[in-house]
């Protein structure tokens, strides 16, 4: 658990106030950062604010500006930033239960852990929980923290509560406007039954450990290589055999999923069963050729 909690308050529900602690329930992964370095002398590349026509200027001689149009700004000083802050009234007042499943995924921003401020608080905590649990709700409510206002999701989570900043309505794109060209037809039942069997084949429980950012793991294996080496430059070959093949861009989907089945297939036979025999040319250019006799996709 964190040191010290981002905010601590009371969650109000009519005229039950409980007394809770908020913690981060998310960290920084693992990043790369890099600084732009001028290379002849090994230092950093740093930056100066300037004026054009001026040249360099002070600190003291910025305030923000707010663009109202070209070109034009009304001009803000921190104090006048400062004074329109909201305090943090330390009350998180739950106005709406709501199902889960009514409030969409691209709402949900910054997940907490919401635990109770001490013993006292945890008997009527737990009812909150259990309630929230067994109605299958989530409370919905506003909260002032760090000067701004947000909307929250409180629902059950493990042993105690989650609390999830939600973003605001004018903050997400309305999805018609990205999948407006996509049709009304009918998928093909074949391909449907067959994009079941593979989604059935391959439900399992999520484990978020068994993914990690190969990205990151590459760049630090090259870093660290490049020390070893003493700053030396290392070139490695492409993998030839990750490229992807030439040819047409356009996939069979019945074959794209045929195969994926059966690679599904294979491993779940791939104990206590031998290899099969390779097939003859002429086995292996009828297989080729099957993925034609398959029913064409309708256009739109």
Not at 123 to 149: H, I, S
Not at 192 to 205: H, V
Not at 215 to 220: G, R, W
Not at 269 to 276: D, L, Q, R, T, V
Request: proline share 7%; net charge neutral.
């Amino acid at each position: 658990m964190a040191a010290r909690p981002v905010w601590r308050g009371q969650i109000r529900l009519a005229l039950v106030s409980i007394p809770v602690e908020i913690f981060p329930a998310t960290k920084s992964g693992a990043q790369i950062q890099f600084h732009q370095v001028h290379e002849p002398s090994g230092k950093r590349i740093k930056y100066e604010k300037v004026v054009p026509g001026i040249g360099p200027v002070d600190r003291d001689e910025i305030v923000k500006g707010y663009e109202v149009s070209k070109g034009h700004y009304v001009l803000l000083d921190p104090e006048e930033i400062e004074s329109v802050k909201l305090e943090s009234r330390k009350t998180l007042d739950l106005v709406q239960f709501v199902d889960e499943d009514d409030i969409a995924p691209m709402y949900f921003e910054k997940p907490y852990y919401v635990v109770p401020a001490d013993d006292l608080a945890e008997e009527a905590y737990v009812v909150l929980r259990d309630a929230l649990k067994d109605a299958r709700k989530v409370g919905v409510g506003q909260l002032a923290m760090r000067g701004q206002e947000y909307v929250v999701a409180l629902k059950p989570h493990d042993r105690g509560m989650l609390m999830e900043t939600l973003r605001y309505a004018d903050e997400v794109n309305k999805s018609s406007g990205f999948f407006r060209d996509i049709g009304d037809t009918k998928p093909d039942p074949d391909l449907l039954d067959m994009a079941s069997m593979l989604i059935e084949r391959k439900a399992g429980e999520f484990d978020p450990s068994e993914f990690h950012n190969r990205y990151v793991d590459a760049l630090k294996d090259l870093i660290a290589e490049k020390q070893k080496k003493k700053g030396e430059k290392v070139i490695q070959d492409p993998d030839t055999d990750a490229a992807p093949p030439k040819g047409s861009n356009v996939i069979d989907l019945m074959a794209a999923l045929k195969k994926s089945l059966g690679e599904g297939k294979s491993e779940a036979g791939a104990k206590g069963k031998k290899a099969a025999p390779k097939k003859s040319a002429a086995k292996r250019a009828t297989s080729r050729k099957e993925p034609e006799k398959a029913p064409a996709r309708k256009r739109a």
